[in-house]
Every structure is written in structure tokens, then in C-alpha cells.
């Protein structure tokens, strides 16, 4: 038993004072004389021991009474060990799009927005965050309305970052009880990272489960070139049944212009097939019903102009590889001699390919160097008569690349890099048995560039990353048989294709990625990216015949946009919102460690209630008074 005023407890002291009263009192009695004494002895006996009686019952009557009112007013209570203490509560809301999910018929956001309204103490001062926005030290009625019109979002915080988020928020002070409350369906990708949680947080977990698990996505879109003028759009699906074909629309803007049905496979893929023509310009969107997730439900892509990638050749070689592996299709090459070269063509070119020149003179190094640093691609080839040090003299100026001498030994190329930029998505499995091309002269290297191909004993035969790689080894038939090898294709292919990057169908937001735009730029000018009622200005970097657009924080909201210069539309991009909040596959809650969970927010907040109740006994104490006080006059009136 604990007491609201303890000090007063020192008037307890004070039940002595009776009880000297009682004790020490000294009564004088008057003398009656009667003829016959003897006849009242008994009854004189008998009077006082009634009277000692009366004493001690009026004694401990009185005692009692005192006693219960100074406790009265000490005000004793009872309660839990952290029900004085100050607390501090943070609330995590997970608005992800998993949150769709609905239960009842309504979703499970709105209904954790609901049963926080509902039972949170609207004097109370609290904290709340979601996965991107944060309400600190605030009361309900100053949040309630942004609750309630609260929107989805594509991020997930995991445990870790909630855990450092809420610790951010509640105060330094260790005399606190600090409560964190975890509002969430719990997917199993929250438990990414470290999820062993501060012990001196009080953590709560309260699931939100949807009646029904289960959710069908349009997961991506391929487009597959055809003849005839015509290419194929592959759509992949996921989360269907067997006996349920679903129904998919394709629209060009607004217009509906093919429509099928999805039938899925037993592990609950779809893939479905549209023709579309080529060569034109799409605005596509992809359309599904699902009473599940409504964000996956639609899916945006485009079809742009193809830009054809430049491409001019600086050779001295007979051999006419580079003609057939850059042809019209895709790329506009170019290609002459040293002697034949005006260097003020390269000022429009994205990529350049050094091939077999025996020396580089130095006006063409400045020239290249600027090149390079404007924003191009530079390909290496050396000659099998290079002189080295005019090489070298070029070769300096990336992460200072040095070729040393020439070793004339006959090996294969052996090592691919599969985690290099040129490779990541070119083989389905990493090869090891393919046809190694023969070297029989390479030269040594210095240099710190990242190594993509290497022949047997590890020696570099193609390095380098971001739009500068050079070849160890002189490519002419016969030195290596390389330029006849399947692997000469993806690797020149993606040396000229990253020059310029090519904006793809559709862009994920929350990936960065990166989309070069050919357009002349005045010296104030920008590129704005926008659709209806959305507008942002990308991070954009100005070349001379492009602008390099980068996208990471935004755009926020999925949908087809323009990029616009003044006014113009220079060409569209799409982005999506990504797909991993559709998946549906929840944590067990039962494997974390210092976690309470409640099955619902009404119940946890009643815990909480109760833990902070205080049971009050002074009322007790002043009926037990009134009682007392009643025996008093009982025992006065009644006893003799």
C-alpha cells in the first residue's frame, strides 16, 4: 500500500494522547455514608468492573477511529510498480499498400485509424510516425483529420529502422516508461535486418489481419520485337487459381484497344500476350479487377522513338567487325581513318572506339578527354605495334590505367566477371564450359578499373565500368580469335548501349534509375518531368547533344509522365509502384523476444489502461471512521 501524503502519517503519534487520558485519568469519588455498607459491597464490586470495561472499549474505539482518520487523509492507494511513473507513447501506423487488404469491408488502415480514434485519450500527448511521415509530440485532435485522409504508401519501414525511429522520438530522460505501439499486418519483409528490439522500450505489437489472404499482380511487361511491323507485349501475372481466368485490358491513353483473360498455373503465374504495333509511339496501361490490393490492379508502360546510339570508329584495322556488329538497326556508326578524322564530329557522337591505332597524336588525347568528361563513351582497342607511351599518355587520366610491357605467350580468355555492369543480365547461368577465344599477345596493365574479362591466370583482358573500358589485347585475327566469338556480341552491345541510356518501358519508383534525353539545352534551361496535377524537377545533367535525367525520390505516385522542355514534350516515361507489398506472406509473430501482442487495439489500449489504474482506499477509511464513531455512542448509551 502506497499513500498519496505520506508526511501525514505523523499524526499517529497522536493516539497516545488518549490513551494517557484513559490511563492516567484520576477520578475522585464522593463519599455517601449508609447505615448498612456491608449490604453494597457486591454491587460496588460489580460497578467498577463494568466501568474498566467500558474504559478499554472506549480506549480502542476512540484509537481505531483517530487511526482511520489520519489515514483518511493520507490518502492510501494501490497500484502497479509503473503507475506513477511519467510515460511516453509513439504509435508506428504502416500505411503501406499490404494495407489495402480489408477486413469487415473496410481496409486495414482505415480501421487502425479508427480504433486509434477511438480509444486514444485525446489529452494525452503522444508521438506517431508512418513509413514517410512523422507527427511528433502531439495530441489527437491535431492529427486526427490527417488520420484520417491518410494515403498509401510503396515503402516499408523494417523492425530495425522503427525501432531507431521511435527511439529518435521518445526523450533521454530513464525515470519514463516508454511505450512503442506497432500497428501493422506484419509481412514477412518488416523482419528485414536486425530485428532484436531495446529492451528498455515497451513494444506492442497488434496485428491487423485481413479476412481474406490472397491478391492477384500484374507484376511486369516485356516487349518482344517481331516482323512485320509488329511486336509482341508480354504481361506476367501472379497470385491467381487455376479455375479463375481474370480478365485483362490493355489502353493506349484512355482508349481500349485489346482485351483478354489471364489463365493462371497452378503455382498461380499468368503470362499473357498482346501485339502491338511497332515503330509507334504507346501510352500503354494495363488494367485488372481485384478486390484484393488495389495498387497492383494497374500497371503503366511506354513505347518511345527508339534514339539510334552513335557510334565512330578511329581505325586502322582491314577488318570489318565493328561494321557488322554496329549496323542500322539500333546504332549509327561511323568510321574512318586517323589521317580521314575531323575531330569535330565527335563533338556528336556518344560512343568512340579506338581501333588498332598504332600511336594516339596528343591534339586527339585532348580531344577524347573532353569527350569523356562531357559525358561519352570511350573504347580502347590497342594495336599489336601500339606505341605505349602515347597510350599511356591517354590512358592516365582514368584511375591511372598504365599498359607496361607487351608479353607474347599464347593463352585463352577464360573469366567472365557475371556481376559486371556489361554482363549482369546477358547469360540465364553463369557459363564456365563456353569456347575460350586463344590470345597469343596481350599487354600488362596498371590499373585500379574493374576487371570484366580475364584470361587464364587472371591477367586482364577487358576492364573497365561507366563509359570507358580498354582491351588488353589487339583484336586482329591473328592475335585472338575474339571478334569471331558469341561473346563479342553482348560485350560490344552493352559497351555502346550504356553511352546512352534509353529510357526502358516502364521505371520502378523508390529504384534509382538513370534515362538520357536528346535534347539542346540553353543555359538556364531544365527538363521538368510531369503528368496531370504532379510536376518535379528531376536531377538532370547537361551534355552537349543530351540531357542525362536522374530518378530516386521522385516521382512519389505512379502513372505515364512527360518530360517537357519549355513547354515541349520531348518524349514520355512511366513508373510503377513496386510490387513487393502484393506478395502477402506474414511474419510469425511468436518467434520475436521482448514483444506484447494483443489481438486488437481496443484490448491493447485497455492494457495499457489498466496497468496506469490506481486503486484509492481513503474513502474505506473514512466509512470505517463513521462507523467507529457510531460504536462510540453505542458503547456509551449501552453499556454501564
Known amino acids: 500500500m502506497q499513500f498519496k501524503h505520506p508526511e501525514i502519517l505523523w499524526a499517529l503519534f497522536l493516539l497516545i494522547i488518549p490513551i494517557l487520558i484513559h490511563l492516567f485519568q484520576l477520578r475522585r469519588f464522593t463519599k455517601t455514608p449508609f447505615t448498612n455498607v456491608a449490604m453494597l459491597q457486591k454491587v460496588v464490586s460489580e460497578s467498577r468492573k463494568s466501568n474498566t470495561l467500558k474504559k478499554w472499549l472506549l480506549l480502542f474505539t476512540r484509537l481505531l477511529l483517530l487511526a482511520a482518520i489520519i489515514l483518511a487523509?493520507?490518502?492510501?492507494?494501490?497500484?502497479?510498480?509503473?503507475?506513477?511513473?511519467?510515460?511516453?507513447?509513439?504509435?508506428?501506423?504502416?500505411?503501406?499498400?499490404?494495407?489495402?487488404?480489408?477486413?469487415?469491408?473496410?481496409?486495414?488502415?482505415?480501421?487502425?485509424?479508427?480504433?486509434?480514434?477511438?480509444?486514444?485519450?485525446?489529452?494525452?500527448?503522444?508521438?506517431?510516425?508512418?513509413?514517410?511521415?512523422?507527427?511528433?509530440?502531439?495530441?489527437?485532435?491535431d492529427v486526427q483529420n490527417s488520420l484520417l485522409s491518410l494515403p498509401y504508401?510503396?515503402?516499408?519501414?523494417?523492425?530495425?529502422?522503427?525501432?531507431?525511429?521511435?527511439?529518435?522520438?521518445?526523450?533521454?530522460?530513464?525515470?519514463?516508461?516508454?511505450n512503442l505501439i506497432v500497428?501493422?499486418?506484419?509481412?514477412?519483409?518488416?523482419s528485414e535486418g536486425n530485428i532484436q528490439l531495446d529492451t528498455t522500450?515497451?513494444?506492442?505489437?497488434?496485428?491487423?489481419?485481413?479476412?481474406?489472404?490472397?491478391?492477384?499482380?500484374?507484376?511486369?511487361?516485356?516487349?518482344?520485337?517481331?516482323?512485320?511491323?509488329?511486336?509482341?507485349?508480354?504481361v506476367f501475372l501472379s497470385g491467381g487459381t487455376t479455375d479463375n481466368p481474370l480478365p485483362i485490358s490493355l489502353f493506349n491513353d484512355n482508349e481500349l484497344i485489346a482485351k483478354t483473360a489471364a489463365k493462371f498455373n497452378s503455382d498461380g503465374s499468368a503470362e499473357v500476350e498482346f501485339t502491338i504495333p511497332a515503330n509507334q509511339r504507346l501510352n500503354g496501361r494495363l488494367s485488372i479487377m481485384d478486390n484484393a490490393l488495389g495498387y497492383d490492379n494497374r500497371f503503366y508502360f511506354n513505347i518511345n522513338d527508339k534514339k539510334k546510339v552513335k557510334v565512330l570508329a578511329i581505325s586502322e584495322s582491314d577488318s570489318d567487325y565493328l561494321d557488322r556488329l554496329f549496323r542500322d538497326e539500333e546504332f549509327e556508326f561511323q568510321k574512318y581513318g586517323l589521317a580521314q578524322l575531323d575531330y569535330s564530329v565527335l563533338d556528336e557522337q556518344n560512343v568512340v572506339v579506338l581501333d588498332n591505332l598504332t600511336s594516339i597524336p596528343n591534339s586527339l588525347q585532348n580531344v577524347l578527354r573532353t569527350f569523356k568528361n562531357e559525358g561519352g563513351s570511350l573504347i580502347i582497342v590497342p594495336a599489336s605495334t601500339a606505341d605505349v607511351a602515347s597510350y599511356n599518355s591517354l590512358l592516365s587520366a582514368w584511375s591511372g590505367t598504365q599498359l607496361t610491357q607487351k608479353v607474347v605467350s599464347e593463352t585463352r580468355l577464360t573469366q567472365i566477371t557475371f556481376d559486371h555492369p556489361l554482363y549482369r543480365n546477358v547469360f540465364e547461368q553463369r557459363v564456365t564450359n563456353f569456347q575460350y577465344p586463344f590470345v597469343k599477345a596481350y599487354y600488362n596493365v596498371q590499373t585500379s578499373l574493374p576487371i570484366a574479362l580475364a584470361m587464364d591466370g587472371g591477367n586482364p583482358f577487358l576492364l573497365g565500368d561507366d563509359g570507358f573500358y580498354v582491351f588488353t589485347v589487339p583484336l586482329e585475327l591473328e592475335n585472338s580469335n575474339f571478334i569471331n566469338s558469341p561473346l563479342i556480341v553482348p560485350t560490344f552491345y552493352n559497351m555502346a548501349q550504356s553511352s546512352l541510356q534509353q529510357s526502358r518501358p516502364y521505371q520502378t519508383i523508390g529504384e534509382t534509375s538513370v534515362v538520357d534525353v536528346p535534347a539542346e539545352m540553353g543555359n538556364d534551361e531544365i527538363l521538368k518531368v510531369s503528368k496531370e496535377g504532379y510536376e518535379f524537377i528531376p536531377l538532370q545533367q547537361s551534355f552537349p547533344n543530351r540531357v542525362r535525367l536522374t530518378f530516386d525520390q521522385n516521382p512519389t505516385e505512379d502513372g505515364i509522365y512527360g518530360i517537357v522542355q519549355n513547354q515541349q514534350l520531348l518524349q514520355n516515361i512511366s513508373f510503377n509502384y513496386p510490387r513487393t507489398e502484393g506478395q502477402l506472406k506474414y511474419l510469425d509473430l511468436g518467434s520475436l523476444e521482448n514483444v506484447n501482442t494483443m489481438d486488437s487495439i481496443p484490448e491493447l489500449f485497455e492494457y495499457l489502461k489498466a496497468e496506469n489504474d490506481i486503486a484509492a482506499y481513503w474513502k474505506w477509511f473514512v466509512i470505517l471512521a463513521l462507523l467507529l464513531a457510531l460504536i462510540e455512542v453505542l458503547i456509551q448509551k449501552f453499556v454501564t
Open 73 to 141: 487523509f493520507a490518502q492510501p492507494f494501490s497500484s502497479s510498480n509503473t503507475a506513477l511513473q511519467e510515460k511516453e507513447t509513439v504509435v508506428y501506423l504502416d500505411d503501406s499498400f499490404s494495407m489495402q487488404a480489408k477486413n469487415n469491408g473496410i481496409s486495414l488502415l482505415e480501421k487502425a485509424v479508427q480504433d486509434i480514434v477511438k480509444n486514444i485519450d485525446g489529452e494525452r500527448t503522444f508521438s506517431l510516425f508512418t513509413n514517410e511521415r512523422t507527427f511528433a509530440n502531439v495530441k489527437l485532435s
Open 153 to 178: 504508401s510503396y515503402k516499408q519501414l523494417n523492425l530495425e529502422e522503427i525501432g531507431l525511429k521511435a527511439k529518435s522520438l521518445f526523450s533521454s530522460n530513464n525515470g519514463t516508461v516508454k
Open 183 to 190: 500497428l501493422s499486418d506484419f509481412q514477412e519483409r518488416i
Open 201 to 234: 522500450i515497451r513494444t506492442h505489437f497488434v496485428p491487423m489481419e485481413p479476412k481474406e489472404v490472397g491478391n492477384i499482380s500484374i507484376d511486369s511487361v516485356f516487349v518482344q520485337e517481331g516482323l512485320n511491323d509488329q511486336n509482341t507485349l508480354k
